[in-house]
């Protein structure tokens, strides 16, 4: 089993940045993807960015030179650098790890940005 914990979320000004962390606790090996998805009020849950275990990552385009995935392996951890933040960046942001072939979620942590 694995458990995910997200932090690093907020409330942030247009223009600003925010960092958000996904720390990974339990049984784990052969993690095969990390990624963070967001989730606005009515809207579907959409995926942000994602980072292969080869380290080959994808970005949704509406956040491509803004936001940056990153890992350290050493401590099963997930980043996410998020810039240039704007009002349509407001979600609850999830943070998914495949393990094993395996999905798990982390509980989400709310990212919102004032104009």
């Known amino acids: 089993q694995v458990h995910l914990v997200e932090s690093g979320g907020g409330l942030v000004q247009a223009g600003g940045s925010l960092r958000l962390s996904c720390a990974a606790s339990g049984t784990i090996f052969r993690v095969t993807f990390m990624g963070w998805f967001r989730q606005a009020p009515g809207n579907q849950r959409e995926l942000v960015a994602g980072?292969?275990?080869?380290?080959?990552?994808n970005y949704a385009d509406s956040v491509k030179g803004r936001f940056t995935i990153s890992r350290d392996n050493a401590k099963n951890t997930a980043f996410l650098q998020m810039n240039s933040l704007k009002p349509e960046d407001t979600a609850v942001y999830y943070c998914k790890f495949v393990v094993a072939g395996i999905q798990y979620w982390g509980q989400g942590t709310q990212v919102t940005v004032s104009s």
């Open positions: 980072m292969l275990s080869s380290g080959s990552t």
